[in-house]
């Protein structure tokens, strides 16, 4: 019985590391493929980016309306949600400019 309780665990932990090997997969997978620029893209393409979830997509497209678009990236921590480490995990992805990637 006991044997059988530690090939059990074995095999979990097994399992853990495998399923834990393809995480960072799906993390790299998450980005955009080029710069997504912030004046053009949906809620949906923003919330490709790190840390920014439907509501906060949301936000930055209804503060985009409201005030027209961003002249900088860095006009992007206006919106509710996004401050200084959220800017700087997603700085480098994106633009307002038209180097973006095509949607």
Wanted: a positive charge.
């Amino acid at each position: 019985m006991r044997h059988s309780r530690m090939k059990k665990m074995a095999l979990e932990t097994a399992l853990m590391i495998f399923l834990f090997s393809f995480s960072g997969l799906y993390a790299q997978t998450k980005a955009p493929a080029g710069k997504l620029n912030i004046n053009t893209a949906s809620a949906a393409e923003l919330q490709n980016l790190p840390r920014i979830g439907p509501k906060v997509a949301q936000r930055i497209v209804d503060y985009r309306t409201a005030n027209g678009n961003f002249k900088k990236i860095e006009e992007i921590m206006k919106v509710n949600g996004i401050g200084e480490k959220v800017f700087a995990q997603i700085k480098d992805l994106i633009t307002v400019g038209p180097e973006s990637h095509a949607k």
